[in-house]
């Protein structure tokens, strides 16, 4: 579970970020969303999240992370937009 803003930097990650893709939270916050996607599914998501409003939310989606040790990490996505910190 993560935030994150309009400019796609990380504004919060759960704990559980260290186990799945070996970065912890403080890695993580501050970085690029994109800097942690496959390069084959950055456009995608990308597209996907400038899409994304409060009323028209994405279904889930899959994706491709990559692990801090480089290994791949498949993931499923699901948005929700925040009034207070809208993406």
Request: proline share 7%.
């Amino acid at each position: 579970i993560c935030s994150i803003d309009r400019a796609g930097r990380y504004t919060a990650a759960n704990a559980a970020s260290e186990a799945i893709l070996g970065y912890s939270p403080d890695d993580l916050i501050g970085s690029h969303f994109v800097e942690h996607i496959a390069p084959e599914d950055a456009d995608t998501v990308r597209e996907t999240l400038q899409k994304t409003t409060a009323e028209r939310l994405p279904p889930p989606f899959e994706t491709t992370m990559i692990n801090k040790n480089g290994s791949l990490v498949y993931t499923l996505w699901s948005v929700k937009v925040s009034a207070e910190e809208p993406i």
